[in-house]
């Protein structure tokens, strides 16, 4: 298994060698909040280097994760997907023809729907409270969205309703046991209350250096993540395996998996 996964790991490194574009329009960003009279609450130019740099980083795990789903899942052009708070950009390189249904809690931005294909289709949800039926799906797909969604009963919710839609899941997250926080790009700061943080993570994090974040801006951006324990974790998914991807030893994320039955 592991020549195989080295394998898949290795065409995604391929066909991924040209630098991801930015996570979203920063220039769009800037001119809707001029037209609303308001002022950004960060630094453009900051924010778009953070993202790259957090980019680069992520996409050396996230490869060989893809390779591992692929691997374990094998989609066919029959396979239904839900990606569950993902983008069209995430699956521009994966070798899959299977239609794949996005669904995000915002409207898909202009930039983010060049990169949709034929076999994609997305759908403004809620991903606490999914439109579509009981295992309507053969699998469900996230990828480090569950720590957004903002409280513990919000990631009940989030569980539930992937396990209930879902035939089989893939579903990932950071782990808060690691002691770097990966949105902030800062050491231990995630493991201390959130007053301190909101103190320390403008001159502490790279996050806080390169985008400068406003006041509101720390505050929404700490009332939407909510990093998960391994025991936590697994008391969302526990009719899953949950896998521990490690660095240097230590947990860096989980990912709850279901195979598909035969």
Known sequence: MESQLEQMTAGLKAQMKTPPPAPFSLKAAAVASEQAGRRLPWSPGGLRRHHEIIARISRIFRQRRTAEFLHRFNPTRQTQILDVGG?????????IKSPVTII???PLAPHEA???????TFVQADATKLPFADKSFDVVFSNSVIEHVG???KQIAFARECQRVGKSWWIQTPAREFPVEPHYAALFLHWLPKRAQKKLLRH?????WLARPSPDALDASL???RLLKSKEFKSLFPDSQVKTERLFGLPKSYVAVKPPTL
């Open 104 to 106: 995000n809690l915002g």
């Open 114 to 120: 060049d990169f949709l294909t034929a076999n994609q």
């Open 87 to 95: 983008l069209p950009r995430f699956w521009r390189n994966v070798p």
């Open 204 to 208: 502490f994090s790279l996050w806080g």
């Open 223 to 225: 009332a939407e993540l």
């Open 151 to 153: 409280s513990w009963e």
